[in-house]
């Protein structure tokens, strides 16, 4: 279910009719819950009417569900005038469905043109969540220049989930990584970890840890424990520990056994 905002057209409603709206627009989500679509569909009206611009959004779902595109589209663009991206991705999907790419990636270049630079990768990671990857692989693409290196480790990350670690992932794990994305280290290292390659992945391990990455620290430390490299470890999993990573406490009371053992 999509988040509610509270988004109304400036000096378009009173304080008790945006009250009202919220109130038609929660029992609208409510009904449709409840598998009531017509009732919702009047909740939903009513707080449009009242100056709620985003429920044409939910109105584009439940027309959308039943089968009317049409109206659905419309819906999304109304619901899109308000400044949130949650129904011009709603209405990329729709077009994807419809197998509709020009139309398509035309929505997915509005999305991109109302992010800021650095939310690139997050809006991305949350279209690939919503399910809507193949929008996200459009999304990441065109934005991968201006998001830097946290889109190219975003879009590789969609790219290993979807189509398992290819070439090209590797490729932007190691642009990104290059751009300065102590994130990109995290999954690169991972990777060449799981393909039996420790040499590489403690490389790549390493160099998340000098652009300040905990996390690197935590997985180097890991391995570094399993191959008995204890006084490293120790070090590497107490620095990890003490920058929050929760799995670090665990991981010293395992080294501290071995020690004993």
């Not at 830097?148 to 590797?170: C, H, N, Q, S, Y």
């Not at 060449?192 to 430390?221: F, K, S, T």
């Not at 929050?244 to 009371?253: H, K, M, N, S, Y």
Request: hydrophobic content about 45%; some cysteine.
């Amino acid at each position: 279910m999509t988040t509610l905002s509270a988004t109304f057209p400036p000096g378009h409603a009173s304080a008790d009719a945006r009250f009202r709206a919220r109130l038609f627009a929660l029992l609208g989500m409510l009904l449709r819950e409840a598998g009531d679509p017509a009732a919702a569909w009047s909740a939903m009206e009513t707080a449009v009417g009242l100056g709620y611009l985003s429920a044409n959004g939910y109105l584009g779902e439940l027309a959308e569900a039943a089968g009317d595109t049409s109206a659905a589209i419309l819906r999304y663009e109304l619901a899109s005038q308000d400044g949130t991206n949650w129904p011009l991705m709603n209405l990329a999907r729709l077009y994807d469905r419809m197998n509709q790419p020009d139309e398509t990636r035309a929505v997915v270049g509005r999305i991109l043109a109302r992010v800021e630079p650095d939310e690139i990768a997050e809006t991305g990671d949350e279209m690939h969540e919503r399910g809507d990857t193949s929008i996200a692989l459009l999304f990441l693409r065109a934005g991968r220049g201006a998001g830097g290196g946290p889109a190219e480790a975003a879009l590789a990350r969609v790219i290993v989930d979807t189509e398992g670690p290819t070439k090209e992932a590797f490729e932007l794990f190691h642009s990104a990584l290059d751009r300065g994305d102590g994130g990109a280290a995290v999954s690169l290292g991972y990777l060449y970890h799981n393909q039996g390659d420790p040499l590489q992945a403690e490389a790549v391990w390493r160099r998340g840890i000098d652009l300040g990455n905990e996390y690197c620290m935590y997985n180097l430390g890991a391995m570094l424990m399993d191959h008995g490299r204890l006084d490293e470890a120790a070090d590497l999993l107490d620095r990890a520990h003490q920058l929050g990573v929760e799995e670090a406490p665990d991981a010293l009371e395992e080294l501290q056994a071995l020690r004993h053992s």
